[in-house]
Structure formats: structure tokens, C-alpha cells
T-cell receptor, first 112, second 114 residues
Framework: DAEITQSPRHKITETGRQVTLACHQT?????MFWYRQDLGHGLRLIHY???????NKGEVSDGYSVSRSNTEDLPLTLESAASSQTSVYFC???????????FGPGTRLTVL | AQSVTQPDIHITVSEGASLELRCNYS??????LFWYVQSPGQGLQLLLK??????LVQGIKGFEAEFKRSQSSFNLRKPSVHWSDAAEYFC????????????FGTGTRLQVTL
């Protein structure tokens, strides 16, 4: 069955370190998204991509970057982790505009 | 830009009672509207969506939602709640032209008492 996976599921890192969170989908979806979930804020969009070599900033993109070299993967990089980036991160994908987004299981990141 | 308001942070209902979760959106044109559910420690799962047509939409697990343009609302309902419905519920809105990009509400946590 097609799916969307995230790794690692849990990560503890130190302030200032570079961290990369992986997202892999096997649906061959064009659209991929990264969100962070924080209490009281719901899900906020970090970055998104509508296809290979396409990336766009969301509402909370500062301190994060993404790259899309193939259809299946959209890794999220924290260039220099900060305590404010402690959160749960979700990756999602969808086929076309207006279609349902399918979510991964999430990565819980703690920055000490 | 679109926005979503879920005015209820936390709701408690008894098993077997009816449920209504409120969602108000702000968008100038025809919105694409979604309800997702998140069980503890899990990702989000789509319950239902509205794009156009019949304003009452049916979803999975016995949920339904009604789009009311005049009230800018898309409230989620279930006639009889089960203990397994305890979860967090998110309403989301997408713009007609760029519906791939969604804006989520802050969520409503549902607790079900036996």
C-alpha cells in the first residue's frame, strides 16, 4: 500500500546543530508540505512544494529550508536549531489542487 | 488570506450524546473546506471535505458537516458519539485557486465520558 513515512519519529538535539527530518511518500503525489504543530496554534505551514525543483515558503519558514530533488522526498532542514523549534513536525502530500492531504505520523523534535 | 476559527478549545460529551464542533472561516470567494481528526500520537486523517454542490456532506465514522455561506461556517456533527471518537479535530480551509495549501484552525479537543 502507498504511504507517507517520516524519520526519525523522535529526535533530541542541541541548540545550534543542523537537523534534517526526512519525509518519503510512495503515492507519486506532486504536492508535499511540512507543518509544525504547537499547543494553541494548531498546524502551521513551514514550506511546501508543487513538484520537483519547486519549493515555497509558508507562514513560519524562518530557520527552515527544504529541497525537492525527486517526487518522493521532501527533507526539512533546520540550519541551526533553536529551542523555539521544539515541536511536532508533520509531513503531508496531495495529488492535485483541492485534493485530500495525506499526513505522515509526525516527528517529535526537542531542542535543548 | 484565508483564516479559520475554532472557538471551542475543549469539549466534553457523554457517550451516546450528539456532537457539534464549530468552525468559522474567512475567505472572500468559494472556499474548499476540510475536517481532519487526530488521535493521540497519530497523524491527521480526513473526515470529510466540501468543494461545491450539496452543502451537507457526509464523511467517515458517521460524521457530517454543513456548509453555510451566509454564516461562513462549516460545523461538524455526529448524532451519537462513541468513546473512540475522543480525539482532536481540526477544520481547514483552502483557497479555490490554490486549494493545495491549507490553513488550519487551532483544533478542538473532544473528550467522551462513559
Amino acid at each position: 500500500d502507498a504511504e507517507i513515512t517520516q524519520s526519525p519519529r523522535h529526535k533530541i538535539t542541541e541548540t545550534g546543530r543542523q537537523v534534517t527530518l526526512a519525509c518519503h511518500q510512495t503515492w507519486n503525489h506532486n504536492n508535499m508540505f511540512w507543518y509544525r504543530q504547537d499547543l494553541g496554534h494548531g498546524l502551521r505551514l513551514i514550506h511546501y512544494s508543487y513538484g520537483v525543483q519547486d519549493t515555497n515558503k509558508g507562514e513560519v519558514s524562518d530557520g527552515y529550508s527544504v529541497s525537492r530533488s525527486n517526487t518522493e522526498d521532501l527533507p526539512l532542514t533546520l540550519e541551526s536549531a533553536a529551542s523555539s523549534q521544539t515541536s511536532v513536525y508533520f509531513c503531508a502530500s496531495s495529488r492535485l489542487a483541492g485534493n485530500e492531504q495525506f499526513f505522515g505520523p509526525g516527528t517529535r523534535l526537542t531542542v535543548l | 488570506a484565508q483564516s479559520v476559527t475554532q472557538p471551542d478549545i475543549h469539549i466534553t460529551v457523554s457517550e451516546g450524546a450528539s456532537l457539534e464542533l464549530r468552525c468559522n472561516y474567512s475567505y472572500g470567494a468559494t472556499p474548499y473546506l476540510f475536517w481532519y481528526v487526530q488521535s493521540p500520537g497519530q497523524g491527521l486523517q480526513l473526515l470529510l471535505k466540501y468543494f461545491s454542490g450539496d452543502t451537507l456532506v457526509q464523511g467517515i465514522k458517521g460524521f457530517e458537516a454543513e456548509f453555510k455561506r451566509s454564516q461562513s461556517s462549516f460545523n461538524l456533527r455526529k448524532p451519537s458519539v462513541h468513546w473512540s471518537d475522543a480525539a482532536e479535530y481540526f477544520c481547514a480551509v483552502g483557497a479555490e485557486r490554490t486549494a493545495s495549501k491549507l490553513t488550519f484552525g487551532t483544533g478542538t479537543r473532544l473528550q467522551v465520558t462513559l
